[in-house]
């Protein structure tokens, strides 16, 4: 085992992957612009993105973890995606970039907006990039390509756009959130 945990977890009833792994192999794929290791733009898109990978291309059969999406300010949400942005972290795997801290207006509590971001930037590092490398090896074909799918459409997608997409196919996670789409 590595230092990542990446094993082949293959068997021959279905493939199983972490949250983490999944995380990863979103951040290697290629998306929009067609390169590998894209950076994906806003922690909003970053959690919009697993939600699709697990709901829409039924990958979430396939999550070791407990998927445990909830309704929430701005749609689907689940802590676990953030707890393992923070795990890859800490294993250098991923390198986040913050967006530029805004002007917080008198009556605004900072973690209000918390939540919603739309600028922070999720890249492997180097490290990662050879370390994912080898989890896509092992990852058969099929849910390699769901990945790319995903990336790729969602990826580039305007975040409003991407919102409304998610929203209005499944209501049921929006009802909580504060975005007017």
Not at 45 to 62: I, P, Q
């Given at each position: ?53 697990l ?38 795997v ?8 805004r002007?917080?207006?008198?009556d605004?509590?900072?973690d ?16 990662g ?48 959130s504060?975005?007017?789409?």
């Amino acid at each position: 085992m590595n230092i990542l945990g990446l094993t082949n977890m293959l068997s021959k009833a279905k493939f199983v992957i972490s949250k983490p792994q999944l995380i990863a192999l979103l951040l290697y794929v290629q998306g929009p612009k067609g390169q590998i290791g894209e950076e994906v733009v806003g922690k909003t898109r970053l959690m919009k993105l697993v939600f699709l990978l697990l709901k829409e291309v039924g990958l979430e059969e396939n999550i070791s973890d407990d998927s445990s999406f909830e309704p929430y300010k701005y749609g689907p949400f689940d802590s676990d995606v953030y707890d393992s942005i923070d795990a890859l972290k800490e294993l250098h795997v991923v390198k986040e970039n913050p967006a530029e801290k805004r002007e917080m207006k008198e009556d605004e509590d900072e973690d209000e907006d918390e939540s919603y971001d739309a600028n922070t930037t999720f890249k492997l590092s180097d490290f990662g990039i050879s370390k994912v490398k080898e989890l896509v090896e092992r990852t058969p074909r099929e849910v390699v390509d769901k990945i790319v799918k995903v990336k790729t459409i969602y990826g580039g997608m305007p975040l409003v756009e991407l919102l409304h997409y998610v929203y209005s196919k499944y209501p049921d996670y929006a009802r909580l959130s504060e975005a007017k789409i």
